[in-house]
Every structure is written in C-alpha cells, then in structure tokens.
C-alpha cells in the first residue's frame, strides 16, 4: 500500500514523525508500505509557491492513502485567497473526491475531567458526525465579491446540492449508522434554506434502503443547542459541508481533549485522507508538547477504512488507550497524578504498547 | 405608545398572557399604551390562510412596538413552503427591516445548576449575540429546486450580503460593545467563503469608528467551539443572519435555562419586535407549565431599546430576578428546594415583585 504522507504546517512535523513511528513498526512487521512525504498548505507554499503544488497532487492521486498533519499559520495570514495554506487543504480535498468526512467525537473515560460539561452529561459519549466534504457553499459558483446593479459592493456565495452528492453520503452515513446503533439524525435548515428542504427529501428517499435504521431530523440551531443540552442523544449525524464544519468542531470540544481526536474523509473507493480534528496550533509548534494521539488515531482510521484492517486498528487504538491508563499525559491533557510527556516519548510510548 | 401583540402559537398565547399583565400595570401606573393583539404562524394560517395576513401586516407596521410569543407546531409541519408559520416569522421581519437581533445568553445566579456545564465554566455568563438577521443565505436571490444542464435535481441557495446591510450591524454592534466592555468578536469563515472575508472588511473599516472598542475575529467553527471550551472569554458578538441562528441557540443553551432568554429585533429607527428566545414548545402548550420569563424580560428589552425607558426595563428585571430569589420556578427551571409555579402563577408574581 502506498501512503502519501504530508507533514503540513505548525505541529504538522512533529505529531507526524510520531505517527510515522507506528506505521514504520507495522512495515517492520512484515505489511508492506510505501511512505512518501511531501509539502501541503505553507509549506508547500514556501517551497513551490502553491498550497497545492503539482508533485504533491501527483503523489496524493497516486496513493492509496494520505495521512495529513496540519495546514495553516499566522505567517501565511496576508497572503491572496488562492494561496493560502487552507486552500491546500479544499484543494486536495476536491481533487481526490473526498467527500465523505468522519469526525467521532468521543470521552476518554481516563480524560473526562477535560470536558467542560458535568460529567454525567458527556461520559460515555461516542457520537460520529458525517460531514459532507466536496460539495455545498465551499465549492458552489458563483461567488465572489462584485458591484452590484445599484453600484454597492456585495459579497456573495452558493449553497449547492446536487442530487447524486445528497445520495453518497446518505449511503456512507446509513452504513455506518447499520455498523453503530442503527440510529441517524440528518441536520438542515429545511424550514428556510430550499438546499437543505432537498437534502431531507434525499435522506428520506435514501432510509428507504435501510430499513433497520431509525432516521431523524433536527434543525441546525437546534442540533447546536442539543449537543450542549444532551449530547448522549446522538449517535451518527450526518449534514453538509458547512453546518458539519461548525457542529462537527463543536461536538469534538464536548470531549474536552480535541487533541485525541483523528478523522477520515473517504472517496467512493475507500481511498482516504486522515488527519487530527484539530489545527496546526502555531503557538506550540517546534516545542515538541503537541499531543500526537490524534494522529496516531487516524493512522487506525486508515487502516480500518482504507485498508480493510480493522484488527490493526484495534490494536493501535488499543495502544492508545493503554498508554492513558498508563497515566501518560501530553501538555493539552495533563492533570494532577498523571504523568506529563513529550510528543516524541507519548509517539514512543504508544509504539512500545502496540 | 402603540404595541403590537402578536401570541402566535403554542405556548405563545400562555406566555404573552403574563407579559401582557406586566405592561397592563404599568398602563395602570399611566404609562400610555395601546395594545392590540393579531395572529401569527400558525394561527394566522388557520385564520386568514396566511402566516403573515394583511391585517397584522398592518397593525405591525403601525405598531412602535412588537411583542410576540412564538410561532409553529406540528399541525402545520405539512403546509406548503409560503404557509408554513415560520415564514410568517420571516416575513415580519423582513416587511419591518428589524435586522439587528439582539440575544442576550446570560446566567442567573439562581439557576446555575441548569446548565449542563461546569458552574466554574459558566458562572457570571453574561454574552450579547448581535446577529444580522435581514439579509444573508435567509433572503439571498436566486434560490429554490431546479433541474441542472446536466438534467440532475439540485437544491441551491444564495449568501449574499450588501455593504450597506453588513455597515449598518457593524454600528449597532459596535454601539453595544461601547455601552458594555468595549470587546467585539466579529464571527466569519473568512478562510473559505467571500460573503463573509467581505463582512471582515467591513467591520475593520467601521472599527475605525470607534477605537475604544477592540474588535477581534474568529471563525464560526472555532466560535462554535470556544464557546463550549471557554464562553466566558465573550462579550459581544456580532454575525451573519446563519450563523447568529446557530451559535445563539448554542450560547443560550449554555445557561441551561433557555425559558428565561428574550431577545429584540430592531429596525434603524428603534422600532422593534420582542419575542423569548425559545420557540413554541407544542407539547406543552396548553397547560399553563411554560415559564412566562422570557417573554417578560422580553418586554424589559422593549422598554429599553424602543421606548428608551431604562428605569421601566431594570424594574421588569429586578422584580424577575426577585422571585427567583424568592424560590419561584416553572416546570423548566424546577431543582428541589425551590417551589414549582404554573406559567399564570409566576406572572402574577413578577406583577407582585414589581
Ligand atoms: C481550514 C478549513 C478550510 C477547514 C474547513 O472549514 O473545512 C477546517 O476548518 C476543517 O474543518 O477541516
Ligand atoms: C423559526 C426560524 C425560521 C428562526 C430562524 O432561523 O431565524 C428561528 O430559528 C430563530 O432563530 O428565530
């Protein structure tokens, strides 16, 4: 299997190596594996000018999987709109038809002191959102910034559904919903916004396929407030492009430690990118302190999704968790009792677990 | 003053009973004030075979003042688009160009314990959202179903917002951020959609205005979840019509207590429509159970922001914080130790208190 491994920006390098750790114990074990790095976002915009540059989309469409660190900094903030280091990250995302991204957003019992929540509200928590990822007002034309007839500035953009874009990612959420609880809850504005009326119609026609599955619907203002209300009412969501983007970042801070938590964003052929829910946190980029798990997660995302190697998953997962018994802790999810360590020595602690 | 009042559905007749006896004894007290009531919603549909008929049509626009209950339930989950009674909610604000919408999240003292937060996390929550609420993806032209060049179905909508709409909230949020600690967080997604990099323009261009307030900005998915991980850290917030619909009923959700949040909608003249937050609540509507609190303080933020009475607008406050002190709770807001009132029963006592 060929894995395109791109470190990305800001703690992108460092959780990366730490990842790499672990991939490299599985090809010493015998699963064959051929890493390749290359630049994404400012990096790439450093070395070749573009966030997206050619060598790194030849590498990305030729490989079977991607693991992405992170995109993004404050030193690429003046840069144009077509340059900066997150139009990297859509552009890869288009390219590959990645359209179907999965964020769980799960409590580490051993973690749920991090939680902002009571605990009794977020313990046991285990929701996965599925979040439209090639479509909606991210990549709907036409937009922009224009005068308009009446000689005022306006700015503009589209919200865009099609049919065949509803449907795929009605089918990956119902298959997922089948291996979980059997339990959907589909999010839109439908009492306003037509694209998201069409959505529900499309979900709607897509339960008919699944009939084990009890499909809801839930406006997005009300999700939003629901998350916060009773998180543990959810087990699979699933929503566009752009309500995914703020739920999604919002059920992840329900755990209280957005630095354990890994993602996938799938094409229709099992090809993925993987990469931490979380940013590229500038701030503490180069101090090796950023937390690896969520990285170290999704590289178990990769196995299972793209790879069909759900035991390996398990098992890296379960190194994971280990490791947290363990009472090991990076700075993001240090408390009292436990023990603090570095990014390098939580990647090597979760590599001696495996 | 002439007021408008509009019960809509649900609970709204219930709610809108008890605000009325607060402005019936300060009629008393010989405040001039013309009150009369019109549907909304749903009971406007029933009546007139339209969500926002003429006659309320009128009386709005007539109207300094609008008070209403809330709008929708089920029995009219199946009406075709134009009927259904949150397009009478639409329509009235947009037939009156209230776009400034201004929703309180603040934390009572008393009822701390509702919150499904960390009471270090949320004690003294006290945010202002200020969300555009005439224009963006709401209103934005074209929009609707169509069948593509391609001859597939999709479903579309369009952002869109005017320099003139974005500059006008922009003062209004600015104006408020003046009045209390001069911190103004500006909501967009800047990276990814040019509606709202052009709303970012905007508002550091006003800021220029007013150099004693300090104008931050973040990104709705980060809002989204620094408002879980650290509410606390906001004071005014200003955003577009969508994303104020998601991150209010978000923020309000964190005080546990949405029963007890008003809101205000204004147009550029302080003409204004109030309404509680929460909507219509249908499965209690009827049993004189709902808490009459928000739709009470709502009449406090119409004293204040249409009426200009500040002093009439702290005493409406003052008597509700006095029967919260007093042990005085609805069904909603209920924790043993406290004593349970019908929805009639604590008007009254907001009466008495005042
Ligand atoms: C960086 C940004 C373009 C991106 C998005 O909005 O999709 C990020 O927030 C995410 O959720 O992966
Ligand atoms: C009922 C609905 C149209 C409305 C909105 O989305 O504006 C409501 O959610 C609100 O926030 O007042």
Known sequence: MKIAVLPGDGIGPEIIREARKVLEVLQQEGLAMELTEAPLGGAAYDQYGSPYPEATQKLAREADAVLLGAVGGPAYDNL??????????????????????????????????????????????????????????????????????????????????????????????????????????????????????????????VAKEYPEVTLTHMYV????????????????????????????????????????????????????????????????????????LATILSVAMMMRYSFNLDAVALRIESAVKKVLADGLRTADIYEEGTRKVSCSEMGDAVVAAL
């Not at 919200?159 to 119902?174: D, G, N, Q, T, W």
Request: hydrophobic share 40%; net charge negative.
């Open 80 to 205: 144009d709109r077509p340059l900066r280091p997150e139009r990297g990250l859509l552009a890869i995302r288009k390219d590959l038809q990645l359209f179907a991204n999965l964020r769980p957003a799960i409590l580490y019992p051993e973690l749920a002191n991090a939680s902002t929540l009571k605990p009794e509200v977020v313990s046991g928590l285990d929701i996965m959102i599925v979040r439209e990822l090639t479509g909606d007002i991210y990549f709907g034309q036409p937009r922009g910034i224009r005068t308009n007839e009446a000689g005022e500035r306006e700015g503009f953009n589209t919200m865009l559904y099609a049919e065949s874009e509803v449907r795929r990612i009605a089918h990956v959420a119902f298959n997922i919903a089948m291996k979980r609880n059997k339990k959907l809850c589909s999010v839109d504005k439908a009492n306003v916004l037509e694209t998201t009326e069409f959505w529900k119609e499309i979900m709607i026609d």
């Open 221 to 292: 203002d009300n999700a939003a407030m629901q998350l916060v209300r009773n998180p543990k009412q959810f087990d699979v969501m699933v929503t566009g492009n752009i309500f995914g983007d703020i739920l999604s970042d919002e059920a992840s801070m329900l755990t209280g430690s957005i630095g354990m938590l890994p993602s996938a964003s799938l094409d229709k052929n099992h090809k993925g990118l993987y990469e931490p829910s979380h940013g590229s946190a500038p701030d503490i980029a180069g101090k090796n302190i950023a937390n690896p």
